[in-house]
């Protein structure tokens, strides 16, 4: 199962990226990304990873292979990225490619999905 923890609701995903979703990991879950204060500070930031962490962990009592799909404000998904991976549960980023195009001063860009990456800890 893919747990889908993004600003981007999977019904709101290219067929591609639905698709390619299930191939790898089959069902896909949308769980809600939490609206981060930009004046909270690194404890609220670790208080609400642990928070998330938590609510996935109860997860994967049901669903063992899950897999966590992180993209949101970065602090964030850091840390609850690093807790994710602490504890053995896999978390990806999906990958695009941006074109941007102008029209009349105006820039445009358009994101067109290309594969799900692994996150990796160095």
């Known amino acids: 199962m893919l747990l889908n923890l993004s600003n981007h609701p999977s019904s709101s995903w290219p067929e591609v990226q639905i698709q390619q979703a299930k191939i790898q990991f089959g069902e896909v879950v949308d769980m809600e990304f939490p609206a981060i204060d930009p004046a909270g500070d690194e404890q609220y930031i670790i208080n609400l990873a642990n928070e998330y962490f938590s609510k996935i962990k109860e997860l994967t009592n049901q669903h063992p292979k899950l897999t966590v799909h992180l993209m949101g404000e970065l602090t964030f998904s850091f ?19 941006r074109n941007v195009v102008m029209i009349n001063q105006t820039k445009i860009a358009e994101f067109s999905f290309v594969r799900f990456r692994s996150y990796q800890f160095v």
Not at 82 to 88: A, D, E, P, T, V
């Open 79 to 97: 840390a609850l990225a690093s807790l994710l991976y602490k504890h053995n549960i896999p978390c990806v980023a999906s990958t695009s490619k």
